[in-house]
């Protein structure tokens, strides 16, 4: 650490010299400096680092374990506003995390913290936090309109804005004709629709949901998902669990992967992606005169797969830079003239990802 050479005061030797050692003697500049934490933190950082995870979802180091039956294991994360997906097979830890950072279950080891709460705060922790599970569990008898409007007067808005928010989100849920239904006569997918009006009904800054688009048909999974990047524009934090790969590489911001209980990998897929240096990468060229392309980028040691697909209008290169291997296809087109159809990673995906990343042992994702 530069200047740790420091005297009690916070002062190093260099600064004492030629200086007034006492309180008086220091500028207003100095003393901002010396205002420090224990840790030798001042207060604006302090302040900087408590506005930064009053932002996030915090998991510092936390474990959950099922009496011998690991839960997840020392997970550390921090997850920004924007649509966040958490991606793994069946038993990989996805709920777990999802019930420890809504306050459904408590960590054996580690600390988790939602935009600066503790779920040790129910009462400040639950107005923040919106949960949309992945099973039904209604109270019998009671119509969509019903069940919502009861939660609004649970959480103790007056009767007015109750009502206001109830149907707000039954609308905003494409339910408004069904309000008065019950709910135990709602298919599959109005049921998924009205228990995400109810997680949104209290105005939460975090929704989380557990596999939200199973059972929609594909209208109504196009508008929930646009209900989603509204939401993250807003502001929110989105955390969305999905088997369905090719809707998380569409809609996520960031993937958490996760295998037995692990986090495996974090952040944007092509992020993800960059890092796994020692994993070729897999470019689709479709193109006219592919057989000239694989003569020519076999000459150079950037490339070390190229498979011809059997229409002949194409070929799939496998490269360990791909910075390079693209400038060399620009110089290969343009000087054998190739007439080119499309150029794209063949697995810059969350699926191919992962399947990397935890090999067979991670399970079948969809």
């Not at 069946?90 to 279950?105: E, I, R, S």
Request: glycine share 10%; with cysteine.
């Amino acid at each position: 650490m530069s200047g740790a050479n420091a005297s009690p005061a916070g002062r190093s030797q260099q600064e004492m010299s030629g200086a007034n050692a006492s309180p008086a003697g220091r500028s207003q500049q100095e003393m901002s400096g010396a205002n420090a934490s224990p840790a030798g933190r001042s207060h604006q950082e302090l302040l900087a680092h408590s506005e930064v995870a009053d932002r996030l979802i915090v998991f510092e180091n936390v474990s959950k374990f099922y009496g011998e039956v690991l839960g997840v294991n020392r997970v550390t994360l921090s997850i920004e506003p924007g649509i966040t997906s958490l991606v793994g097979p069946n038993g990989a830890g996805k709920t777990t995390l999802m019930n420890l950072m809504t306050g459904l279950l408590r960590p054996s080891k580690g600390t988790v913290r939602v935009l600066g709460i503790s779920p040790s705060d129910p009462e400040l922790f639950f107005r923040i936090v919106g949960y949309c599970s992945q099973f039904d569990a209604f109270p019998k008898g009671l119509s969509g309109y019903q069940m919502i409007r009861s939660m609004m007067d649970l959480h103790g808005f007056a009767p007015a804005d109750a009502e206001a928010r109830t149907w707000n989100v039954i609308e905003r849920a494409g339910m408004t004709d069904a309000a008065h239904r019950r709910v135990a006569g709602y298919s599959k997918g109005m049921r998924q629709r009205i228990r995400l009006a109810l997680a949104l009904a209290h105005d939460p800054k975090v929704l989380v949901l557990d596999e939200p688009l199973n059972g929609l048909d594909p209208m109504a999974r196009a508008e929930v998902i646009e209900l989603f990047r509204k939401f993250a524009e807003s502001g929110m934090h989105v955390v969305i669990s999905s088997h369905i790969m090719h809707e998380v590489d569409l809609i996520s911001d960031t993937v958490v992967m996760m295998s037995s209980g692990y986090v495996v990998a974090e952040g944007d897929i092509q992020g993800v992606r960059s890092e796994m240096e020692e994993h070729p990468i897999q470019i689709l060229i479709r193109c006219d005169r592919p057989g000239v392309v694989a003569s020519h980028v076999f000459q150079h040691d950037s490339v070390v797969e190229v498979k011809i697909h059997s229409d002949g209008l194409g070929l799939l290169i496998a490269t360990r830079d791909a910075d390079r291997f693209y400038e060399l296809l620009n110089r290969i087109v343009l000087e054998n003239k190739i007439a080119v159809e499309s150029v794209a990673p063949a697995d810059e995906n969350v699926n191919a990802v992962y399947q990397y990343l935890v090999g067979s042992n991670g399970g079948a994702l969809r």
